[in-house]
C-alpha cells in the first residue's frame, strides 16, 4: 500500500509543479490572444490566434514597426492590437493617408513607406501633428478606415502596453514569428 500513497504524492507534486509554470509563463513570459475586429486588415483578421511576447519589452524597448498588445488606456479591461508608428520624443504628423516622423536624426522628417496598407482601408481624412512625451508612444491600426486608435484616444503611455506579437499560430496557412513586423527607411 506505501507505493500506491508515493506515486500519488508524486503525481500531485508533478501537476502542481506543472500548472505553476504554465501560470508563471501565461502571466509573466508569454500570452494567449485571439484578434477580434478588422482594425488591423489585412495583417491579421478575426480569429487569428497570438502568442504574444511579455518579456521582450521588460528587457528592452518597443521599436517603430512592431506589432502590439496592450491594454486601453481610458478601459485597461481591453485589449487592443495596432502597429508601433511613434517613439518617445518624436512628432507624428498625419496629413491625408501621409504620415511623417519627425525627431532629433530628422529635424525636417521623413515620411514612413507603409507597404502592408491596403488602399481600399485608408481614410484621407486625417490632419493631426502629436508631439510624445517620455514613456508615450503613438500606435495606428492597418485598417485606418475603422480603427480606433491613436488618432481617437490619444497617445498610449508605456506602462500600458502588454507585449508584442511573437507567433501567429493560426490559421495554419499563415503561421509565422514576429508577425506583421515592418521595419522603415529613415
Do not use: C, Q
Not at 500500500?1 to 508563471?24: H, Q, R
Not at 508608428?85 to 519627425?102: D, F, K, M, Q
Not at 493560426?170 to 522603415?184: H, T
Amino acid at each position: 500500500m506505501g507505493k500506491p500513497i508515493e506515486s500519488s504524492s508524486s503525481l500531485l507534486t508533478y501537476t502542481v509543479f506543472a500548472l505553476g509554470l504554465a501560470l508563471f509563463i501565461r502571466f509573466f513570459v508569454a500570452a494567449p490572444y485571439v484578434v477580434s475586429g478588422a482594425s488591423m486588415d489585412p495583417t491579421f483578421e478575426d480569429w487569428h490566434y497570438l502568442i504574444v511576447d511579455r518579456v521582450t519589452y521588460e528587457l528592452g524597448e518597443p521599436v517603430r514597426g512592431d506589432v502590439i498588445v496592450f491594454d486601453l488606456p481610458d478601459n485597461p479591461e481591453k485589449s487592443l492590437i495596432k502597429r508601433v508608428i511613434g517613439l518617445p520624443g518624436e512628432t507624428v504628423v498625419l496629413n491625408g493617408n501621409s504620415v511623417r516622423i519627425v525627431n532629433e536624426a530628422h529635424p525636417k522628417g521623413f515620411t514612413l513607406d507603409e507597404p502592408y496598407l491596403d488602399s481600399a482601408n485608408l481614410d484621407g481624412g486625417n490632419s493631426l501633428r502629436v508631439t510624445l512625451e517620455d514613456e508615450e508612444y503613438f500606435v495606428l491600426g492597418d485598417n485606418r478606415r475603422v480603427s480606433a486608435d491613436s488618432r481617437i484616444w490619444g497617445t498610449l503611455p508605456r506602462g500600458n502596453i502588454v507585449g508584442r506579437a511573437f507567433v501567429r499560430l493560426y490559421p495554419f496557412n499563415v503561421i509565422d514569428v514576429l508577425p506583421g513586423e515592418a521595419r522603415y527607411e529613415e
